[in-house]
């Protein structure tokens, strides 16, 4: 009875494990191992150590084994940086992990030397570390080969499943088995017990006890003459049943910056990533890399600059890509429109200086969604196509393209591509089950005949193994299956261009919302804040250093070296909160550093800026500076005072004023009892429950109420089980299980004006206390609620709810320059599944007439569903990091009620005002006035950036239409200073300098400089 396929494919199996048996032809021990200086003996655990230990050895290879033969099996218990020294050669270096263990060796002799850490790829601890492998190898090659090609036959035949060229495969590979003389069953063994071969991870292998003797030279021969023999067939087959489908490969290894490690880790994976790279292309001289960062390469820079300088030369060779054009692969929900511009500058700049490059394509692989801004801000930095991967794990709509393009907020378009490999997304292998499906899976085929492939395990794994690259080679003679090719991304891109019908592309407009992960806008809410604080201190910093310099102060140097620190920590893995403790106590501190620097900057600059202003009779002066592009009222705090006159200082503006003649704006009350509070001004009656909600909130200016139900209310949301994503997802029914916090422990009025006027409530929940003060400024048009959060409970999502009085099908949150509008419905299931969105400093709802608005200065997480707007305040997860959230966080928000939508009712720039206080300094005989050294005019537009350019003496000023409108601008400036001509964000000539005016959504920057 003739056997089915399946019971075919199953003894083909069982047979090339057989064959693998003889892969190994000699092996020989290396003893005498010292660890830090102590002997180590194999098989002995790492003595006490403080990581990185090292791990020192010498081992010669027996004189009758041929070098090319020869191999080095390592596994000292952790991730390493191997070194090997071997006479004549000098040493060369490698990444060892449980991917790389087997290593060419060149000569006889070699000295091995280490740097281990006790941990596995994705920052696994090795609790009980231990010399698990030490031994020269002598490899069959030829058993080698054949035993790959086999296990790649059978491997096609399972993926392709019923395909007609199936049994033809399987008669093959069974002509090449039946080929070869075995050896005797009663031949010579060893006698001694053999580690399983390299292959056993991905290979099913028996355990083997004893290891038969190597082949004999006809056994050998026949293993080569089986292969041959196999490879004919295959090529055979091949114009019978050729390729299907193409893919560009491309060698990558994914290596977030920070995650289940500290960054320190994160550098030394880095090192013995990169240092494997190079040696194989020694090995394969096909074999083309990328990997992208600026980062990672000023950091190794730093910590290896042979390193830096091989690399150096293999991007000259064209066959190591340095891609992605950006300083790290950041989130793009969170950061501020010119955190992403200074993400494509500063990368950009680092690349070109680094490496004489450019980089046309952004590599985002892992972030969680994409902001709408990104097209434009690529397009102005010379990236025209964009690459991801996370689009595909949506948890609810199927992402509609795979080749398309992405049109941002503005209309700017970039080439768009993502894949669908089911086996480890972008940390792809080469195997049939993966680039079938990737091929299959791919959509725009339509339209294009190839898409990519990246392969290489990331994160630790080390990238790409010699085995990949040998399948690759194998799989060209493969029928039925994508032909593969090595291939540059950039190359890739351009390739679509030329041979594509990229006029026939599909579209996606906007935003790239994933279905997922939506508490990462959440989870680590100090990080979150003092991202903000950053930004906001660093842009103020540059606005009021240039200010200061067109009144004549010196020009201030750059902030690159803060901003770093800041565009390092807005990684997709840090700013999200998706990291473990140790990420979190790094990012604070460096995110405090380069708040600070801001504010150190912005001292210095003031101190600058009051030197150049005429001297005058005021003994008590104050110098106010508007670092924003709109009016602001006059409303600051000096050392605990409050001062709120009925007083506008201009945008841009620089006020002189008399502090003593300063006076309160007029209309301020308040009053407080157990059954009931109030706060007023001129703009605002807020009454206050005795359960600490918001009552009553009664916009005089239109004489209308605000809310539609108790404004304020704080809701608890206890996980109902653990979640696999702790700290990245909010799941759907989140709420199913929410319970409103009605409890209100204390309350008191604590400030009773003239400026301002202040209610303190109290409440607890189990552990945690949660203390807010609502404040009223005399003349402020928003109510601010200042939130300090003493929290100590585990896996709640804490929100706040506000119902408004207005019926609107979409609310509109504030994105990186400009706002994104989501629906206020759950009609279908693309509106069902934004039941959690990002938002910057505002979220409005907003009618014919009226709106209300929920600003904040440091929160992310928003909702908007019928007329109630929400606000999450703190996630509180225990996976990674169990102290997630835990101790002190402070932060405000603030509800506004306004006249017209939220662009004619000034929402922007009340977020604005909350986010970045006016800047005051006091000074002593300086005559009261009023300076404006830069004035814009026309269109309502929003600052980006007032900066000191990247090179040369000139200052560059970015402006952006922040709504969706257009029109004119005039731009007024000093008689000694001239605006030049429109600039990229690399500072460079825009190509086309059409009038001052500004585009829906568009980002424009110019020169500054000084008038000849």
Sequence with gaps: MSLSVAQRLHRLDARIAEILCWRERETEPI???????????????????????????????????????????????????????????????????????????????????????????????????????????????????????????????????????????????????????????????????????????????????????????????????????????????????????????????????????????????????????????????????????????????????????????????????????????????????????????????????????????????????????????????????????????????????????????????????????????????????????????????????????????????????????????????????????????????????????????????????????????????????????????????????????????????SLEPAWRGLLKNQFHDILPGSSIREVYEDAERELTAARDAGLDRQAEAMRALAATLPAGGTADALVVVNPDLSPRPLRLELEGEAIAPDLTVPPLGIVVLDRAALRPAPGLSASWSTTGSRLENRFLRVEIGADGTIARLLHKPGGRDALAGRGNQLWLYPADKPRSWDAWDVEADYDRQGFELTGLEESELVEDGPDRAALRLVRRYRDSTITQTLTLWANSPRLDIHARLDWHDRRVLLRALVPVAVRAETASFECAFGVVRRPTHRNTSWDQAKFEVPGHRFADLSEPGFGVALLNDGKYGHSALGNVLGLSLLRAPIYPDPLADEGVQEFTYAILPHEGDWHEGGVREAAEDLNQPLLALPARNLAAGLHTPLMVSGIKAGLAAFKPAEEGEDLVLRLYEPAGGRGSLAITLPESWQLGEAVTLLEEPAGRDRAHDLEPFEVRSWRVRAAR
Excluded at 56 to 70: F, I, S, Y
Excluded at 320 to 349: C, F, H, K
Excluded at 353 to 364: D, E, I, K, N, Y
Aim: glycine content about 8%; charged content about 20%; aromatic content about 10%.
């Design 31 to 557: 003893a005498d191992w010292r660890c830090d200086g102590r002997p180590l003996s194999l098989g002995d655990p790492w003595p006490p150590h403080d990581a990185p230990v090292v791990f020192t050895a010498a081992a010669e290879v027996p004189a009758h084994w041929p070098l090319g033969e020869a191999r080095l099996r390592l596994d000292v218990g952790g991730e390493s940086l191997l070194t090997l020294d071997e006479d004549g050669f000098g040493p060369a270096s490698f990444g060892l992990d449980p991917n790389h263990q087997e290593f060419p060796l060149q000569a006889r002799r070699v000295r091995i030397e280490t740097e281990s850490v006790p941990r596995l790829p994705f920052g696994e601890p090795v609790h009980h570390p231990r010399l698990a492998e030490a031994r020269l190898v002598w490899v069959d090659l030829a058993v080698h080969r054949l035993a790959l090609l086999l296990r790649q036959v059978w491997e096609t035949a399972q993926a392709l499943e019923d395909h007609e060229v199936v049994p033809h495969l399987v008669a093959a590979a069974e002509t090449a088995l039946w080929s070869l003389e075995w050896p005797s069953a009663t031949g010579s063994y060893l006698g001694r017990t053999a580690p399983l071969p390299q292959q056993q991870k991905i290979w099913r292998l028996p355990a083997l006890e004893a290891r038969p003797a190597a082949l004999g030279e006809a056994e050998r021969q026949s293993v080569v003459a089986a292969h041959d023999g196999l490879v004919a067939a295959l090529q055979a087959l091949q114009q019978r049943f050729p390729p299907q489908g193409r893919l560009a490969i491309t060698g990558h290894a994914h290596i977030d910056l920070a995650w289940l490690w500290p960054y320190a880790e994160t550098r030394r994976k880095a090192r013995r990533t990169f240092h494997t790279a190079l040696r194989l292309m020694e090995q394969f001289p096909d074999f083309v890399f990328n990997q992208s960062t600026a980062a990672y390469y000023a950091q190794i820079e730093q910590d290896d600059p042979a390193l830096f300088t091989a690399i150096r030369a293999r991007v000259a060779e064209g066959r190591w890509e340095t891609i992605g054009g950006l300083w790290v692969e950041p989130d793009t929900n969170m950061p501020t429109g010119e955190s992403l511009a200074r993400q494509v500058l500063y990368g950009q700049r680092y690349f070109e200086q680094a490496f004489g490059v450019r980089h046309s394509v952004c590599w985002l692989p892992d972030c969680f969604g994409f902001s709408a801004a990104l097209p434009q801000l690529l397009r102005q930095g010379g990236i025209d196509s964009f690459f991801t991967i996370k689009v595909n794990w949506s948890e609810t709509n199927r992402f509609p393209h795979d080749l398309f393009h992405w049109e941002g907020l503005d209309g700017s378009r970039v080439l768009a591509h993502t894949f669908d490999n089911p086996i480890q997304g972008y940390n792809g292998t080469i195997r049939a089950d993966c680039v079938l499906p990737t091929w299959r899976n791919f959509r725009g085929k339509t339209v294009h005949d190839e898409s990519l492939l990246a392969i290489g395990f990331g994160d630790g794994g080390g990238g790409v193994t010699p085995e990949m690259l040998e399948r690759q080679a194998q799989l060209a003679d493969f029928p039925a299956l994508p032909a593969l090719r090595p291939a540059r991304v950039e190359e890739f891109y351009a390739r679509i261009r030329q041979r594509a019908a990229v006029e026939e592309l599909p579209v996606w407009l906007g935003e790239i919302y994933l279905e997922l992960h939506r508490a990462t806008l959440t989870s680590q809410g100090r990080t979150k804040r003092l991202n903000r604080q950053a930004e906001r201190a660093l842009l103020a910093a540059e606005s009021v250093g240039s200010l200061a310099v067109l009144l004549g102060a010196p020009r201030f140097a």
